[in-house]
């Protein structure tokens, strides 16, 4: 597509149930990349994968987050037993190769979670 | 890993005038620094960058200035417009973008 695409935009769920998240990059970008922005805040970094490996998991904040990408293209951000802290937008983007390179990277609308 | 600070966390300006944030990074290595527009229930978006190997760019009203020797840049608004208003992200590089912790500028008519 013509963009990076998420889904859901919207989610409401219960605390303890488990929610996924996509995101299909901009076609051909080999880097992805998921931040999480509370509420007024910054942007928080997650996770990194460059084609399918994630070399970088270090910001993902406990063991019930995970993310897996497949194909070199579409990723998903799962969260377990969710809890109301999680509340937050959950940010893809993607970049032709890391920007270390001095790539540029571009962001999807998001995935607004709310844990009730 | 890099450390980006911004400053200010908001900044309120009369429309037409000027505004100004600034930013500073930790690993002089870095050689990219994008700057980035969030409107509200938006994602970021991308106004402008500028490499290490130049000392400022423009695009219209908008500039960008970096000093590598004092490892800060910074992001100059000129005539602001109502439109302007929305939170500006800077950000240096890893293999992942670090941003600052976002600029909140309301332009006022």
């Known amino acids: 597509g013509a963009g990076v695409s998420q889904s859901p935009s919207n989610k409401v769920t219960e605390k303890g149930k488990d929610v996924e998240l996509r995101c299909d990059p901009i076609?051909?970008?080999?880097?992805l990349y998921w931040y999480r922005q509370s509420l007024g805040q910054g942007l928080e970094f997650l996770i990194y994968f460059q084609g399918n490996s994630a070399p970088d998991k270090s910001g993902l904040p406990s063991d019930r987050f995970s993310a897996e990408r497949t194909g070199g293209s579409v990723s998903t951000l799962t969260i377990q037993r969710t809890q109301q802290e999680d509340s937050a937008v959950y940010l893809c983007?993607?970049?032709?190769?890391?920007?270390?390179?001095?790539?540029?990277?571009?962001f999807g609308e998001g995935s607004w979670l709310t844990v009730v | 890993g890099e450390n980006v600070e911004q400053h200010p966390s908001t900044l309120s300006v009369q429309e037409g005038d000027s505004a100004v944030i600034k930013c500073t990074y930790s690993d002089s290595a870095s050689n990219y620094f994008p700057w980035y527009k969030q409107e509200l229930g938006k994602g970021p978006q991308l106004i402008i960058d500028i490499r290490s190997n130049v000392g400022e760019k423009k695009d219209q009203r908008i500039a960008v200035t970096l000093n590598k020797t004092a490892k800060h840049f910074s992001l100059h608004i000129t005539e602001t417009q109502p439109e302007d208003s929305a939170v500006y992200f800077c950000?240096?590089?890893?293999?992942?973008?670090?941003f600052g912790k976002g600029t909140s500028l309301l332009v006022t008519p």
């Open positions: 950000a240096a590089p890893s293999y992942a973008l670090n």
């Open positions: 076609s051909g970008h080999t880097a």
């Open positions: 983007a993607s970049s032709l190769v890391d920007t270390g390179s001095g790539n540029t990277i571009y």
